[in-house]
């Protein structure tokens, strides 16, 4: 495919190569389904990694977002708007914690919550000044900002960035005694992610979260989880540390948090916890305006309205029943899943990403992450008849060592 742009000879508009692409340029989508600019379907099996759990192009987004566009979109903050209300009520009843704080991508939540954190830290537990630290975990990923790959523990995320982010302390994740060996008078947070989505969707031993959260208590610092991509519903629960039947002292959403269509993020927590905030502490320009909650208040109300939860949850188990048979065939060395998200990963001979790319090239978007593993977290909007379709196509790739002939799956 002639990627005109990617031409220097055309002497187009140049992008740095910050990501591997694949050669196809999309145009439009609806729900699960995308089209290239030749007209070509494709079958959404990444749904923005998570930021379109809604689907693209839903209706009920697409009314919301013009709708509001036509009336107010930016104001500052010094002022207040009459979207906010309601988005907040709905953002705490669904969470059950009474204050958020609105900022845009997932990285800005993430040093928002680790702000509150340190801060946190010296107020209520007396931590020396400038002496406070986090505990993160290796494979976590929370973004790309500085202070984002400064907890990353992958040095093709850190090299010559540095230097990097001082207070962070890391831990190998879901090892609760090195977690425990971490901790200390100078811990205000640990700050984990329920399932790790970029690492592979990794998912934790099951004693993982309630035993930080124990830590947490006992050591006097807050439990952080980062639900940006394992929340609002891709694991079958509205946020996956319910799997736990924990409750952290903060939660990080993004991604889907409006429903693709811009990036919206937040910090949510008790109030008692976001009383160390005071006037000037933080801000942002765009974060909590007028537009972003009109579309996040309607993108949280299409996941309760079509009861996305319990698709991905039923959908899930059905993905997983299909999954299962592939663990120790056709160089599938792991299967993990959790609701309608899953990592299958290869022995290192076989590429995931070669096999990502064949296929792309028969129309299901699929892509490769953490340690050779082939991401599945399709749009919780899908149809089953798709995810099927879907599957059909991966497990015949995975078997007939990556020939792949026959149809397009979409
Ligand atoms: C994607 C992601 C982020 C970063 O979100 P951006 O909007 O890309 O800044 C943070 N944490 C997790 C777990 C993510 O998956």
Same mark, same amino acid.
């Given at each position: 495919?002639?990627?005109?742009?990617?031409?220097?000879?055309?002497?187009?508009?140049?992008?740095?190569?910050?990501?591997?692409?694949?050669?196809?340029?999309?145009?439009?989508?609806?729900?699960?389904?995308?089209?290239?600019?030749?007209?070509?379907?494709?079958?959404?099996?990444?749904?923005?990694?998570?930021?379109?759990? +809604?689907?693209?192009?839903?209706?009920?987004?697409?009314?919301?977002?013009?709708?509001?566009?036509?009336?107010?979109?930016?104001?500052?903050?010094?002022?207040?708007?009459?979207?906010?209300?309601?988005?907040? +009520?709905?953002?705490?009843?669904?969470?059950?914690?009474?204050?958020?704080?609105?900022?845009?991508?997932?990285?800005?939540?993430?040093?928002?919550?680790?702000?509150?954190?340190?801060?946190?830290?010296?107020?209520?537990?007396?931590?020396?000044?400038?002496?406070?630290?986090?505990?993160?975990?290796?494979?976590?990923?929370?973004?790309? *900002?500085?202070?984002?790959?400064?907890?990353?523990?992958?040095?093709?995320?850190?090299?010559?960035?540095?230097?990097?982010?001082?207070?962070? +302390?890391?831990?190998?994740?879901?090892?609760?005694?090195?977690?425990?060996?971490?901790?200390?008078?100078?811990?205000?947070?640990?700050?984990?992610?329920?399932? +790790?989505?970029?690492?592979?969707?990794?998912?934790?031993?099951?004693?993982?979260?309630?035993?930080?959260?124990?830590?947490?208590?006992?050591?006097? /610092?807050?439990?952080?989880?980062?639900?940006?991509?394992?929340?609002?519903?891709?694991?079958?629960?509205?946020?996956?540390?319910?799997?736990?039947?924990?409750?952290?002292?903060?939660?990080?959403?993004?991604?889907?948090?409006?429903?693709?269509?811009?990036?919206?993020?937040?910090?949510?927590?008790?109030?008692?916890?976001?009383?160390?905030?005071?006037?000037?502490?933080?801000?942002?320009?765009?974060?909590?305006?007028?537009?972003? /909650?009109?579309?996040?208040?309607?993108?949280?109300?299409?996941?309760?309205?079509?009861?996305?939860?319990?698709?991905?949850?039923?959908?899930?188990?059905?993905?997983?029943?299909?999954?299962?048979?592939?663990?120790?065939?056709?160089?599938?060395?792991?299967?993990?899943?959790?609701?309608?998200?899953?990592?299958?990963?290869?022995?290192?001979?076989?590429?995931?990403?070669?096999? /990502?790319?064949?296929?792309?090239?028969?129309?299901?978007?699929?892509?490769? *992450?953490?340690?050779? *593993?082939?991401?599945?977290?399709?749009?919780?909007?899908?149809?089953?008849?798709?995810?099927?379709?879907?599957?059909?196509?991966?497990?015949?790739?995975?078997?007939?060592?990556?020939?792949?002939?026959?149809?397009? /799956?979409?």
């Amino acid at each position: 495919m002639n990627i005109p742009w990617r031409n220097d000879a055309a002497g187009g508009v140049h992008m740095p190569d910050l990501v591997e692409t694949y050669p196809v340029v999309l145009s439009h989508g609806q729900g699960a389904r995308v089209w290239d600019v030749n007209g070509r379907a494709y079958l959404d099996f990444l749904a923005g990694y998570g930021a379109v759990n +809604q689907g693209h192009a839903h209706p009920r987004l697409v009314a919301a977002m013009t709708r509001q566009v036509k009336r107010l979109t930016m104001i500052p903050r010094v002022f207040h708007h009459d979207q906010a209300a309601a988005f907040y +009520q709905r953002l705490s009843r669904i969470t059950g914690y009474g204050q958020a704080v609105l900022m845009n991508s997932g990285a800005e939540a993430v040093e928002t919550a680790i702000k509150l954190a340190r801060r946190w830290g010296y107020v209520h537990k007396g931590i020396a000044k400038d002496r406070a630290e986090v505990l993160v975990f290796d494979g976590n990923f929370h973004g790309r *900002t500085l202070a984002a790959v400064g907890l990353s523990a992958s040095p093709k995320v850190r090299r010559h960035f540095g230097p990097h982010l001082p207070g962070v +302390q890391r831990a190998s994740y879901g090892d609760l005694d090195a977690a425990s060996r971490r901790m200390g008078p100078t811990i205000c947070a640990v700050l984990v992610e329920a399932v +790790q989505g970029q690492g592979g969707v990794v998912v934790p031993p099951a004693d993982f979260l309630p035993g930080l959260r124990a830590l947490c208590d006992q050591h006097q /610092c807050l439990l952080m989880v980062d639900e940006v991509q394992a929340g609002l519903g891709r694991t079958g629960h509205f946020f996956a540390f319910q799997h736990s039947q924990i409750r952290p002292d903060v939660v990080i959403l993004g991604k889907s948090l409006a429903g693709g269509m811009l990036p919206v993020s937040a910090v949510v927590a008790d109030p008692k916890v976001m009383a160390v905030w005071d006037v000037g502490s933080h801000g942002s320009t765009f974060g909590g305006n007028p537009l972003a /909650c009109a579309l996040a208040y309607e993108a949280l109300g299409v996941i309760e309205d079509e009861r996305l939860v319990q698709r991905a949850a039923d959908l899930g188990a059905h993905l997983q029943q299909r999954l299962a048979p592939l663990l120790g065939k056709h160089g599938v060395t792991a299967v993990r899943s959790l609701g309608l998200w899953a990592g299958i990963q290869l022995v290192t001979q076989r590429s995931a990403r070669e096999l /990502c790319a064949r296929l792309v090239a028969q129309g299901l978007l699929v892509d490769a *992450t953490g340690q050779n *593993t082939i991401r599945l977290s399709p749009p919780l909007v899908i149809e089953q008849s798709q995810l099927d379709a879907g599957l059909d196509r991966l497990i015949a790739i995975l078997q007939d060592g990556g020939n792949g002939k026959g149809a397009r /799956c979409s």
